[in-house]
């Protein structure tokens, strides 16, 4: 079945600085895939998402890129921010009723 | 419009006790979904809905039960508690291509 792997389980960078998660899926028949930020305590909620049809969007200081030879998809943070400390988490979806998740990244900004 | 609202909050039960989780929704989704996450971990699928009246299992649906009488309702039923089902509930929902889904605040429950 489905599988996505997420890379890192931990990020830690200092303020300003960038921030790469990076998520492989395998189904080559996955179009659609979002990004979720989960603050602690919280519930998970959606910063942004790609289609299979673009390779790249952006939204001020989150951008996500997609690579469908590679079967891979990155999200970036630019300018990181305290706020930005949070559980992200990737996942893929074809055209059917299920996302299959990415185990998560702990984002961890350094003031 | 509420959103995704999931009741209750809060519960702890006694090993063996049944129980029964409410998720509900006001954006008219025809997807409905339910999650447990344990602390520190990702999350799983228990078990989904396409539409009034269908259920389907997740990934991990052993232990627990649903229905979706109504479009807007769904429910988690746990009819023998065990202390593995201590975890976080979120129940969520989305409209009918793959679009993001909306989670409830979570319910979060205690068996001990």
């Known amino acids: 079945g489905e599988n996505v792997e997420q890379h890192p389980s931990t990020l830690s960078v200092q303020e300003g600085d960038s921030a790469v998660i990076k998520c492989t899926y395998s189904?080559?028949?996955?179009?659609?895939f979002p990004w979720y930020k989960q603050e602690l305590g919280k519930r998970p909620q959606l910063i942004i998402d790609i289609r299979s049809n673009v390779g790249e969007k952006k939204d001020q200081r989150i951008a996500v890129t997609l690579n469908k030879t590679a079967k891979h998809f990155s999200l970036h943070i630019t300018e990181t921010q305290p706020e930005d400390s949070a559980v992200y988490f990737c996942?893929?979806?074809?055209?059917?009723?299920?996302?299959?998740w990415g185990a998560g990244t702990k984002l961890i900004i350094k003031p | 419009n509420a959103g995704v609202t999931q009741t209750p909050k809060f519960r702890v039960l006694k090993t063996g006790q049944s129980m029964t989780l409410l998720c509900a929704q006001d954006?008219?989704?025809?997807?409905m979904y339910w999650y447990r996450q344990d602390p520190g971990m990702g999350l799983r699928l228990i078990h989904y809905?396409?539409?009034?009246?269908?259920?389907a299992k997740g990934e991990v649906p052993d232990g627990y039960n649903v229905s979706r009488l109504k479009k807007q309702n769904f429910l988690l039923g746990l009819e023998s508690a065990a202390p593995s089902q201590t975890s976080v509930y979120f129940c969520?929902?989305?409209?009918?291509?793959?679009?993001?889904?909306?989670f409830g605040p979570g319910t979060r429950l205690t068996v001990t």
């Open positions: 996942a893929a979806s074809k055209s059917n009723y299920q996302l299959i």
């Open positions: 809905s396409v539409g009034e009246g269908t259920t």
């Open positions: 189904d080559s028949a996955s179009n659609y």
């Open positions: 954006m008219n989704h025809e997807y």
């Open positions: 969520a929902s989305r409209p009918g291509r793959p679009d993001e889904q909306y």
